[in-house]
């Protein structure tokens, strides 16, 4: 099982980052997946989430109108759009994969791509 976050960086404010997470090694498209932000001091918080059926998804108040997450069932990916960037949106960000299989759930996490707002 992998997830591997790309797209992170150094960006100033009001700036885009789109950022990507390509899954492999489970039933994507089978799967809730998620992006979570951890800043410097502060617990792990929920950004954007995608729901495997409908595409429905839901944000964290603080991004909403500037964030948007998407998946792609064919190639495997999550990406989130990043746009009007804020100086609070720094930390690292990652994705995650949620589901079930043969009565088993399952909960992976990738490495991470930390995403810095900054003049």
């Known amino acids: 099982v992998q997830l591997v976050e790309s797209g992170g960086g150094l960006v100033q404010p009001g700036g885009s980052l789109r950022l990507s997470c390509a899954a492999s090694g489970f039933t994507f498209s089978r799967s809730a997946m998620t992006w979570y932000r951890q800043a410097p001091g502060k617990e792990r918080e929920l950004v954007a989430r995608i729901h495997s059926v409908g595409g429905i998804t839901d944000y964290a108040d603080s991004v909403k109108g500037r964030f948007t997450i998407s998946r792609d069932n064919v190639e495997n990916t999550v990406s989130l759009q990043m746009n009007s960037l804020k100086p609070e949106d720094t930390a690292v960000y990652y994705c995650?994969?949620?589901?079930?299989?043969?009565?088993?759930?399952?909960?992976?996490w990738g490495q991470g791509t930390q995403v810095t707002v900054s003049s």
């Open positions: 995650n994969a949620v589901g079930a299989r043969l009565g088993f759930a399952y909960d992976y």
